[in-house]
């Protein structure tokens, strides 16, 4: 099955600096693979994701790329504000409807003002 | 956008009490919802997959017989908590999929807290 690596695991970055997120996946039959933001005792929510056949894909300050060779996709945060505050989670799968999401571990961005 | 709607949002109840949790998908069709659970500053763990008019396909060291789930219709999954105990304290999260390839959208949680 699906097994997904985060890192870090924790990142603190001063208000306007950029944060950055990596991930890797295992199974090459991945090819959807989102990003999450959870705040505490909240909905996990879309933030941003990217299918197999895009290698970057940019949503205002937030950007996402993936190297489906090396197996590894990344999420960049620019400009950051204490709002950015909060656990990003790193996600692969939908080589199926039915399959779900595997989720990495999680990373706690601290963006101090 | 879609929406996923998750209740009850908080439940504190005695030990051997049994809990029902409803996901429901408010404005799109479900054809899978899957069920996460969740401990204090970790990651989602994959509980169950739900299929309407199927049985649920439980990851392994899931108890079937406790986590009881029923995807009676395509915008309806429950999860029954049976004769929970106080181990079984956690946040539950539903997450639901429309469209075959699309994101999973996921309900605001349940607390769970046994006494």
């Known amino acids: 099955g699906e097994n997904v690596e985060q890192h870090p695991s924790t990142l603190s970055v001063q208000e306007g600096d950029s944060a950055v997120i990596k991930c890797t996946y295992s199974?090459?039959?991945?090819?959807?693979f989102p990003w999450y933001k959870q705040e505490l005792g909240k909905r996990p929510q879309l933030i941003i994701d990217i299918r197999s056949n895009v290698g970057e894909k940019k949503d205002q300050r937030i950007a996402v790329t993936l190297n489906k060779t090396a197996k590894h996709f990344s999420l960049h945060i620019t400009e950051t504000q204490p709002e950015d505050s909060a656990v990003y989670f790193c996600?692969?799968?939908?080589?199926?409807?039915?399959?779900?999401?595997?989720f990495g571990k999680g990373t706690r961005l601290s963006v101090i003002a | 956008g879609a929406v996923v709607s998750q209740h009850p949002s908080r439940v504190i109840c005695k030990s051997g009490t049994s809990v029902k949790i409803e996901c429901r998908s408010l404005d799109f069709q479900a054809t899978t919802m899957f069920w996460y659970r969740q401990f204090p500053k970790q990651s989602l763990m994959l509980m169950a997959t739900s299929n309407e008019g199927s049985k649920a396909t439980y990851e392994q060291g899931v108890e079937k017989d406790k986590f009881l789930i029923n995807h009676a219709s395509l915008t309806l999954s429950t999860l029954t908590v049976t004769s929970a105990h106080p181990e079984d304290s956690s946040f539950y999260i539903c997450?639901?999929?429309?469209?075959?390839?699309?994101?999973?959208?996921f309900g605001d949680g349940t607390r769970l807290s046994i006494l």
């Open positions: 996600a692969a799968g939908g080589s199926s409807g039915n399959t779900p999401l595997v």
């Open positions: 997450s639901a999929r429309g469209e075959w390839m699309g994101p999973q959208h």
């Open positions: 199974d090459s039959a991945s090819n959807y």
